[in-house]
């Protein structure tokens, strides 16, 4: 199920996505993320970068948001809303890309915000195309 969301609902999820934001531990790369994702039910889960200093073993906004997720039984994300340091919109890493795919599809919304305001919409197809799922380790050999 599909929930829309108007302007002041869209600019509230920013303010969240920035609140985890500045709960975000990067003392290595001084790049804070905040990660906000909406669920097909309406609940919302937030999370932030946690670096550590054997850098692989660091969290990323989105894992951290996944986690309370699937933690609270949810499974299926409609909206993503990420928010990084500075003047423009941050965009998920590569492992987050795959990671939002497994409880997604092409057509779920990444919302880039700057501050408290969306600067730009994709779609996770947009920055997962030809992505590896389910189905592709489902087949029959």
């Known amino acids: 199920m599909d929930i829309p969301f108007n302007d002041a609902e869209q600019k509230q999820l920013c303010r969240l996505a920035l609140e985890a934001r500045d709960q975000a531990y990067a003392p290595y790369s001084h790049h804070p993320v905040g990660a906000v994702l909406r669920t097909e039910n309406g609940q919302i889960f937030s999370g932030c970068n946690v670096e550590n200093a054997a850098h692989p073993l660091g969290q990323c906004a989105e894992a951290s948001a996944i986690g309370a997720m699937v933690r609270a039984g949810e499974r299926r994300i409609t909206d993503v809303f990420v928010v990084g340091p500075g003047p423009h919109a941050c965009t998920p890493c590569g492992g987050c890309r ?3 795919w497994e409880f997604s599809d092409a057509n779920t919304r990444v919302h880039l915000c700057v501050d408290d305001r969306v600067e730009r919409i994709v779609t996770l197809g947009e920055l ?4 590896f799922g389910r189905a592709d ?3 029959d050999p």
């Open 98 to 100: 795959q990671k939002l």
């Open 128 to 131: 997962l195309p030809a992505a």
């Open 137 to 139: 380790v489902e087949r």
